[in-house]
């Protein structure tokens, strides 16, 4: 069910085959994605899965090792994520270097700050922040505030708005809703849509495939820094993106050797194996009859 891709425009970002060795260790290989202006591509894994390497391939943190990695139909060999950065590669990392007690408009030109003379153009500075902000759908009625008064969600959302001024054309999204409730998640999958409606491509790192799915257009699941499945979304459903993310198998395997001990484990061995029906995988019974 590998998802075959057509040739149309020119990718923003397309990586084929690439891979990336520390010495012996082989942390990612034989992977291949395609990053497209206007739609979301979802990166999707556990802890271990290889996506962390794959933010920095991307990012310019680190080079791959093997295969080939294009921006707009140019091989490239990222050596800092400055370089990515002018390529038009912007990542928003979970951390989202920000300073909480400086105010919104200060975070949102830190690094980059506008001077008139000798002086920052303080007044530029906050009209600009409070006009992109509202762009993305974010009103705020004082962006003097201390950005560390917003809510995690808010904070992604001014993050994003951000790397959208300053160029990008390519925004990476380190696992933003991890940390954030269920109402604050849907503020950030909202603003992802409308990145994704603003022409930017978006690579979305996240090991949660009831977030992924309602905002995704294509889908790669890692495990072990491999590829398990690369498909855009009209070739899976909701519930086998769940259960090749969950690891039927595993989840199966668990279940029996729970039903084995017996007491409360067989309590916890129903539980999952109601799970695992849940997901769609029929479960197939490994005792011998009496």
């Known amino acids: 069910m590998t998802a075959v891709v057509p040739e149309t425009a020119t990718p923003l970002v397309r990586l084929t085959d690439a891979g990336k060795n520390y010495g012996n260790i082989i942390a990612l290989r034989g992977v291949t994605l395609e990053v497209s202006g206007g739609e979301v591509t ?3 894994g556990d802890n271990g899965a290889g996506k962390s390497t794959l933010i920095k391939i991307i990012a310019g943190l680190h080079e791959h090792t093997s295969g080939s990695y294009e921006v707009e139909g140019e091989a490239v060999h990222f050596s800092s994520p400055r370089e990515a950065l002018d390529h038009g590669i912007a990542t928003v990392y979970q951390d989202l270097a920000v300073v909480p007690l400086m105010p919104v408009w200060r975070n949102f030109f830190l690094g980059n700050e506008v001077r008139k003379g000798l002086r920052m153009d303080i007044g530029f500075m906050r009209e600009t922040t409070k006009k992109e902000l509202l762009d993305m759908g974010i009103d705020l009625r004082d962006v003097d505030q201390p950005i560390g008064t917003l809510s995690g969600g808010e904070r992604q959302c001014v993050a994003i708005s951000r790397a959208v001024y300053f160029g990008a054309k390519v925004l990476i999204l380190d696992e933003p809703t991890a940390a954030l409730g269920v109402k604050q998640s849907g503020v950030v999958l909202r603003y992802i849509l409308q990145a994704r409606e603003r022409g930017l ?6 090991h949660n495939p009831h977030h992924a799915y309602p905002v995704g257009d294509r889908f790669l699941l890692l495990k072990r820094g491999q590829s398990i499945g690369y498909y855009r979304k009209s070739e899976i459903s909701r519930d ?3 259960a090749l993310m969950a690891g039927g198998a595993e989840l199966e395997e668990l279940s029996h050797e729970l039903e084995s001990a017996g007491g409360a484990s067989a309590d916890a061995a129903k539980i999952l194996g109601e799970e695992v029906h849940d997901l ?11």
């Open 240 to 242: 086998e993106l769940t």
């Open 280 to 290: 769609g995988i029929d479960r197939v019974s490994t005792k011998e009859a009496p």
């Open 42 to 44: 979802c990166v999707l």
């Open 201 to 206: 491509g978006v690579i979305f790192i996240t």
